[in-house]
């Protein structure tokens, strides 16, 4: 899978880690999901707004699971960073 955008410094909260370790799921799978434009489990209306977000600089969200958990990862719009994290952390 090719990079759509660029991820920046990523960043992971430790409930996202404890998630994915439980789950047996690398973050860097989801991380190349997410580069790749495949958005995980968003709604037909979400996937389109990620979409115009490549094109104009806009946030960028994908929602994974993980075992019991939900996962999000979210790209900022001028690309510094990139966040996994758990859904209730946000």
Do not use: Q
């Given at each position: ?22 789950a047996e ?40 699971a993980a ?24």
């Open positions: 899978m090719s990079a759509r955008f660029p991820l920046g410094r990523i960043v992971a909260t430790p409930a996202a880690l404890d998630a994915c370790g439980e799921i690398t973050p860097d799978v989801l991380l190349a999901r997410h580069a790749a434009g495949d958005w995980g489990d968003v709604c037909r209306e979400d996937a389109a707004e990620n979409e115009l977000s490549i094109a104009k600089g806009f946030r960028i969200l994908s929602s994974y075992g019991n958990e939900r996962l999000w990862i979210i790209t900022e719009a001028d690309r510094s960073s990139t966040c996994l994290l758990l859904r209730e952390e946000y």
